[in-house]
């Protein structure tokens, strides 16, 4: 006999309302946190939720500040989100634009090389905390706060945290992809066919701006190289970016949580949606997943926007173009759907919403290329495609029209998302991070000068 399911929607906070009221899981206020870590000061170059790395820093502040810690939030680009201030925390706005949003293209390009209010504004944070309790957690730098970060970082007698929510360490546009080609780049970053190769998606202006960019991070930073606690999201991670990372870093796995488990799955077997949920821009796949829905005759929704949106219409015009939804509806949409479409053609860093689909039940056909691919067993709760192959999407999808075979991937996915971190889990994962780095720190800082490491 199947288990129950039921219809799910999400609220604003991320919560999830049931219409089942027996389905609702239950939330707990965490314990009080009483380790050595009193303070935490939260990086992000975003100080809104607009993908997994600004969602990241900001729900992780609010459980911190919920656990009793003193948390300073400091955006790039504000404004920042409102419920950080309603729970009490300290937060700054950098500026009000990030790099490519700022109308003045020439104050966006020199203060992307070297923002020097962010190194103040964090300097002034550091300087109103005891050092000895106190952790710095970067979860971005790239698209606002920039590399001038890095010396007050690794300088500080605070100890520091650095989450690889994206390639920027080692990759100068962040990802190890050809903008141009649309594929992976396997290039050394900033050796001679990477400096020679056009890869930006904007002007070569633009690749010389960021080459300039990677030189000064590695020179003038003081990063990646004197990093000393990292948190990678997945294991592909550390092979891609790990001829890039110090070797006296301590690496941490500790992958993103998802949302909140459903006690009863989405029914997916009687629905009929292929959902696609994330920016459209070429890197992200979207185009691909258009035109396989087309050819498998299957109906498709893309939840996002982006630059792609017409080329993705184009592509399949009877596509549903939802734009970007506040996820009570994001929810409605997932409770409709048969399956998610990942059809990223770059690595990705540790995308969310894979996880969120199998919290609730709905299998995943995913991008090989992805570092998603992962958490998807092939076969079992999803489906691995090859990037960028149309006709196999297309077979992909035509595969899971099977009632039988739809519902048999719902109930693993369901099963697969029990075993997944909740935020209890993850943060007690990273407090426990945070208080290994304290004490380390505090180690180094007693160090006589020369030893300390």
Known sequence: MDEPVACVDWNVA?????????????????????????????????????????????????????????????????PVDQRLI?????????????????????????????????????SECLARRDAQSTIVHVHGWAKALSPSIGPVLTRSDAAHVYTLHDYFLGCPNGGFYDYRKNEICTRKALGLDCLVTRCDSRALSHKAWRVARQTVLRVSSRMPGHLREIIYLAPEQLSILGPYLPAKARKHHLANPAGPQLRRRVPVERNSLFLFIGR????????????????????????????????VRRANPDAQMLGWLPKHELGGWMARARCLVFPSLWYEGYPLVVADALRVGLPVIVS????????????VNGVHV???????????MNRLKSDELAQAFGRAAYRAGKQLLDYDEYMSR?????????????ADNKAPRGIAQ
């Not at 500026?95 to 209010?117: C, V």
Request: glycine residues 12%.
């Open 14 to 78: 991320g919560a999830p309302m049931i219409a089942d009221p027996t389905a609702t899981p239950l939330q707990n206020e965490p314990a009080r946190h009483e380790g050595a870590v009193k303070s935490v000061i939260v990086l992000s170059d975003h100080g809104w939720i607009n993908g997994g790395q600004a969602e990241m820093a900001i729900e992780s502040a609010l459980q911190l500040r919920r656990r009793g810690l003193d948390v300073c939030f400091i955006a790039g680009a504000g």
């Open 86 to 122: 309603d729970q009490g925390v300290e937060c700054h706005e950098v500026g009000e634009h990030d790099i490519l949003s700022d109308p003045n293209r020439l104050r966006a390009m020199s203060s992307g090389i070297w923002n020097f209010r962010a190194a103040r504004v964090l």
């Open 280 to 311: 459209l821009s070429p890197e992200k796949g979207a185009i691909v997943a258009a035109k396989a829905a087309r050819l498998a005759g299957v109906s498709i929704a893309f939840c996002g926007d982006g630059r792609s949106r017409e080329d």
């Open 368 to 379: 090989k290329a992805s570092v998603a691919a992962s958490s998807i067993s092939d076969g």
């Open 386 to 396: 090859a990037a960028g192959d149309v006709d196999a999407w297309a077979g992909a």
């Open 430 to 442: 990273l407090l426990a991070i945070y208080e290994g780095a304290l004490l380390r720190k505090r």
